[in-house]
């Protein structure tokens, strides 16, 4: 759990105090990466134009979503942590 290994209070669990940060995956979905797939700034990959199977239908972060149905659905709320060691 991240909260055990970096000792970053309220991650690591979905509970009562905790952020709710979590991720919805269909297991049984295939799809093809494509570079537009990619939610980052170089949309370089190594694994574009390979099939999978399971993919994210829905992130939640904070209890907010923040990406449904292949989309980015919230202004970015994303913070930067560091860890506590």
């Known amino acids: 759990m991240l909260n055990e290994i970096f000792r970053i209070q309220g991650k690591g669990k979905i509970a009562v105090g905790y952020d709710g940060d979590f991720a919805l995956v269909d297991l049984d979905k295939e799809f093809t990466l494509q570079a537009e797939d990619l939610f980052y700034k170089h949309q370089v990959s190594p694994y574009v134009g390979d099939s999978f199977r399971g ?6 972060l904070r209890g907010t979503t923040v990406f449904k149905d292949g989309k980015i659905v919230s202004k970015p709320i994303g913070k930067h942590l560091r860890p506590n060691l």
């Open 55 to 60: 993919a994210v239908t829905q992130t939640i």
